[in-house]
């Protein structure tokens, strides 16, 4: 993965909001997961 170096500031708030997307992509798929795994067991529960 070759890249032109313009600035190592620019470089890196490039990076930052590419990890920022990111890991706001992950956390809101994760609490999806999350949210429909414990739909999953509540729903699961035998009534008493």
């Known amino acids: 993965m070759k890249k032109v170096h313009l ?3 620019e470089d890196l708030t490039e990076f ?3 990890c ?3 890991s ?3 956390r ?3 609490t999806a997961t999350s ?3 414990l739909q999953a ?3 699961r ?4």
């Open 35 to 37: 949210a429909s795994w």
């Open 20 to 22: 920022l997307g990111w």
């Open 45 to 48: 529960q035998p009534p008493e």
């Open 7 to 9: 600035r190592p500031d």
């Open 28 to 30: 809101s798929r994760l």
């Open 41 to 43: 067991i509540l729903l």
């Open 16 to 18: 930052h909001s590419y």
């Open 24 to 26: 706001a992509m992950a």
